[in-house]
């Protein structure tokens, strides 16, 4: 199970093996890419290596479990044997999540909070980590007019729900991780309002999960910047998080997030 205790934020580096992520889709899905890649990453600072085999992108289409367990477990299993470093899984499919499991992965982040049939189950028969997701909706509609009337108190309750729901299944509370899902069926004023308000989510008294890299809500931020020139606002909003409490953040770019932490460790211990 992934150890928070420490009081430094945790830098998750993302290793997409996917055709069509948003930002680094086709770049990392042949095998020896995959691997270069996460070295890159632990060299460079990396806590938590992410492997996602599915694009979660707005407007994305799914794909079958095996073709995602083709894309996810040699990688993953190339990566268990090769390097001693937390491995993460983000996958919403219970058969998926079953694989990785038994390849001994550490952490499984699900972007529909393991709503899935079977994936309490699966999950509940284990002792890995678990990410629960806030999504309104999901990828392929997520972006089509999402409507709150406090997105910051309405993702609070979701949580307390899914909690009570896992721990009803048999998954302590200890191995469960939030992530508010930021750009996930949330306009840009709902995801500037919730990094806003990020500290509130403490009242769950769980550690909070935080991606906003590279993502588009960082490019209209900066006046419409594209996928390659967002590196510094997404270092800028990973930054921000973490000074709302944020134990977590899922970033491309791990040397930038991982020196720009370091000084703020320096002035705010």
Same mark, same amino acid.
């Given at each position: 199970m992934l150890d928070l205790s420490s009081k430094r934020p945790q830098v998750m580096g993302i290793l997409n093996v996917t055709p069509d992520s948003f930002s680094d889709g086709g770049h990392f899905n042949q095998v020896d890419k995959a691997l270069y890649h996460a070295e890159q990453l632990i060299q460079e600072g990396a806590d938590i290596i992410d492997i996602g085999g599915e694009s979660t992108r707005p407007g994305s289409e799914g794909i079958s479990v095996q073709e995602e367990l083709d894309r996810v477990m040699l990688v993953l299993q190339a990566l268990r044997s090769r390097f001693d470093i937390t491995l993460s899984v983000d996958t919403s499919k219970p058969a998926v999540m079953k694989e990785a499991i038994a390849a001994k992965v550490d952490m499984i982040n699900d972007i529909y909070a393991l709503q899935a049939s079977d994936a309490l189950a699966v999950c509940a028969a284990s002792d890995v980590s678990i990410c629960l997701m806030h999504m309104l909706g999901e990828p392929r509609t997520m972006q089509h007019q999402p409507h709150y009337h406090d997105v910051v108190q309405e993702i609070i309750d979701f949580f307390k729900q899914r909690i009570a729901v896992c721990e009803k299944a048999g998954i302590t509370v200890d191995r469960l991780i939030l992530d508010p899902g930021f750009g996930f069926g949330k306009s840009l004023e709902h995801n500037q309002k919730l990094l806003k308000h990020l500290n509130q989510l403490q009242v769950l008294d769980r550690p909070i999960l935080a991606g906003l890299s590279r993502k588009s809500m960082i490019g209209a931020w900066?006046?419409?910047?594209? =996928? &390659?020139?967002?590196? !510094? #606002? &997404? =270092?800028?909003?990973?930054?921000?998080?973490?000074?709302? #409490?944020?134990?977590?953040?899922? +970033? !491309? %770019? +791990?040397?930038?997030? =991982? %020196?720009?932490?370091?000084?703020?460790? +320096? =002035?705010?211990?």
């Open positions: 900066l006046g419409n910047k594209p =996928v &390659s020139e967002r590196l !510094h #606002g &997404s =270092v800028a909003a990973a930054l921000l998080a973490v000074m709302q #409490g944020a134990c977590i953040v899922r +970033v !491309h %770019d +791990v040397a930038a997030t =991982v %020196d720009a932490l370091k000084i703020a460790q +320096v =002035v705010l211990e």
